[in-house]
């Protein structure tokens, strides 16, 4: 399914590793270009401005063929405004694979093709459905998720979660007020069950390929999970869906889970970020945690805005330092010490000498110099010059 060549995805891990390896101090600057390059690796671009312009310039290209083709096809014009955007969409496709072929990953140029191409077949199936919504994000959801596969491509998987979402929300529309009532625990549900069918395939993983995408749509299914129940975005949603109106005094349906949800999932995720070191989730947390106390001030301002964020700032003040105080001393688990990778001289020889032996280096060694001169004469024996 893979368009790329293995040894070359292999070699573009190893790249990385040897570059992480060279930010941590372990081997030298020398050393990771001798590693680069001995192993040939992608057509990639890790400056994201350079990957941006690279990507518009690719805009450009892909906008110039299908101007050709649109001018070829103007003697046609009904006929060609009907299949305009599949034609449009198998360019992208075409574009794609031979970019690929040519070892192209994240690099900007194929990032314009592979998009594209998903952006063209929305506007087809839109065309010919005339905006059926449900069977527009089926196809881009499908599609997305082939992209995904075939070109490792991580913006594509972020789409096909995100028309995977859209499916059920207009599928669930179709069933009228009551599709739409019970729209936000069918989200959650589902964003749980995904959560743990990916988590189950993240850790039975074969090809690491797959890694960063899996990643990618773990960490969706955690958003979905509590942006589908929070009070603020259900309450808003059913005055947009179903017109509900909240009058002064009242509230929604089952408003009291909905305001335990939106703080008590926060702190769940918190918790397991810290039990299980996971970093992602601790970020989702904290950006979790703010959001609820934006959902409540929302609608009820207890204090004005500046008492508000002094206090915060406090609180968070107070956390962060005695947080500080606390992991400062701990050596193992949950501590405030740097990464090692980062900051490590203990195993700095250890890791130059098996980077040394794989790749057949030979690192140098400075002799430590000898108290003793030798080669000149004028000590109690004789010298290079045969004095004494």
């Known amino acids: 399914m893979i368009v ?25 600057k020398e050393q990771k270009k001798f590693i680069k390059k001995e192993l040939p690796v992608f057509k990639s671009q890790d400056n994201i401005l350079v ?44 574009g794609s694979e031979l970019l690929a072929k040519q070892n192209f990953h994240n ?18 199936i839109g065309i010919t459905t005339e905006g059926y919504e449900i069977v527009i994000a089926f196809f881009v959801a499908v599609v997305a998720i082939f992209m995904f596969l075939r070109y490792l491509h991580l913006l594509s998987m972020l789409v ?21 009532a019970i729209l936000p625990f069918t989200a959650m549900i589902l964003a749980a069950i995904f959560y743990f069918v990916t988590k189950k395939l993240i850790n039975n993983l074969n090809e690491s390929y797959y890694y960063n995408g899996l990643l990618l749509a773990n960490s969706f299914c955690l958003v979905l999970f509590y942006l589908s129940c929070n009070y603020l975005v259900v309450r808003e949603l059913s005055a947009e869906l179903l017109g509900t109106e909240i009058k002064p005094g009242t509230d929604i349906p089952f408003a009291f889970f909905f305001y335990g949800f939106t703080f008590i999932v926060p702190i769940v995720y918190l918790v397991q970020a810290l039990k299980t070191k996971d970093r992602i989730m601790l970020w989702i947390s904290f950006l979790a945690i703010g959001f609820s106390i934006y959902t409540i001030r929302f609608y009820y301002a207890v204090l004005p805005i500046e008492v508000a964020l002094t206090l915060g700032g406090l609180i968070l003040f107070a956390i962060a330092y ?7 001393g701990k050596e193992s688990g949950l501590t405030f010490k740097p990464d090692r990778i980062n900051h490590s001289d203990a195993i700095l020889s250890a890791e130059a000498l098996v980077v040394a032996s794989t790749f057949g280096m030979k690192p140098e060694v400075k002799p430590q110099a000898s108290p003793m001169e030798f080669g000149g004469g004028g000590f109690s024996g004789g010298g290079s010059d045969g004095s004494f």
């Open 4 to 28: 790329y060549d293995k040894q070359i995805l292999n070699n573009d891990a190893l790249v990385d590793e040897a570059d992480t390896l060279y930010k941590g101090g372990f081997i030298s």
């Open 51 to 94: 990957r941006l312009g690279f990507f518009l310039l690719g805009n450009l290209l892909y906008s110039s063929i299908c101007g050709a083709i649109s001018i070829l096809g103007l003697s046609s014009e009904h006929i060609f405004l009907e299949i305009c955007c599949y034609l449009f969409a198998a360019v992208g496709f075409v």
């Open 107 to 124: 690099h900007g140029l194929d990032d314009s093709f592979i998009l594209g191409a998903l952006l063209n077949v929305g506007f087809a």
């Open 160 to 180: 096909f979660c995100l028309a995977v979402t859209a499916f059920l929300f207009f599928g669930m529309f179709e069933f009228g007020d009551l599709g739409k």
């Open 322 to 328: 005695f947080s500080i105080k606390k992991l400062k």
